[in-house]
T-cell receptor
């Protein structure tokens, strides 16, 4: 079993819907990244979290360290949000990231 | 400011050949990381440089992979000889070396390697 699990693996929704992507991890971490990769594109960091909640535009990320769980929310989703969203954690005491498998999000107009 | 760049963007080679991937980190970033995603799997860590020194190479799959970072600037990742299972997308990332618990990593666009 992977140390970082994301759900769902694939998500299709209509424009305007509220989207939630979940990430659970089984190891001690120093920080958690939410990353975005558009088809054929590079990886872009959306958030880096170590506690609480962060908001950027229509994106919100939360983390619960005790429950080892993080969520990425997208409000008023738009077709341009279609991408693969990846959760990655920084293992405590190390500088390397451990990645989830990613969630492929498709927003239909 | 230029981001992390990688060259080439795509490489198609035959089994047994040699390929060298290059990564240019963001200027001034001492930390440089190599990652790989093989088909259908999650991205996995390969190794981490601090300047020209290998800090952690625990993710390197075998001795067919050689990473260098001479002078502490750009890095190369050589695969020799390439095998079919080496196909995938190779990402490079860099971060500053500030005295904090974690410095955000910035990713390059990746090199898609196909071994036939």
């Amino acid at each position: 079993k992977n140390e970082v699990e994301q759900s769902p693996q694939n998500l299709t929704a209509q424009e305007g819907e509220f989207i939630t992507i979940n990430c659970s991890y089984s190891v001690g971490i120093s920080a958690l990244h939410w990353l975005q990769q558009h088809p054929g594109g590079g990886i872009v960091s959306l958030f880096m979290l170590s506690s609480g909640k962060k908001k950027h535009g229509r994106l919100i990320a939360t983390i619960n360290i005790q429950e080892k769980h993080s969520s990425l929310h997208i409000t008023a989703s738009h077709p341009r949000d279609s991408a693969v969203y990846i959760c990655a954690v920084l293992i405590q005491g190390a500088q390397k990231l451990v990645f989830g498998q990613g969630t492929r999000l498709t927003i239909n107009p | 400011e230029a981001g992390v760049t990688q060259f080439p963007s795509h490489s198609v080679i035959e089994k047994g050949q040699t390929v060298t991937l290059r990564c240019d980190p963001i200027s001034g970033h001492d930390n440089l990381y190599w990652y790989r995603r093989v088909m259908g799997k999650e991205i996995k860590f390969l190794l981490h440089f601090v300047k020209e020194s290998k800090q952690d190479e625990s993710g390197m799959p075998n001795n067919r992979f050689l990473a260098e970072r001479t002078g502490g600037t750009y890095s190369t990742l050589k695969v020799q000889p390439a095998e079919l299972e080496d196909s995938g997308v190779y990402f490079c990332a860099s971060s500053q070396a500030k005295a904090s618990f974690y410095n955000e990593q910035f990713f390059g666009p990746g090199t898609r390697l196909t071994v036939l």
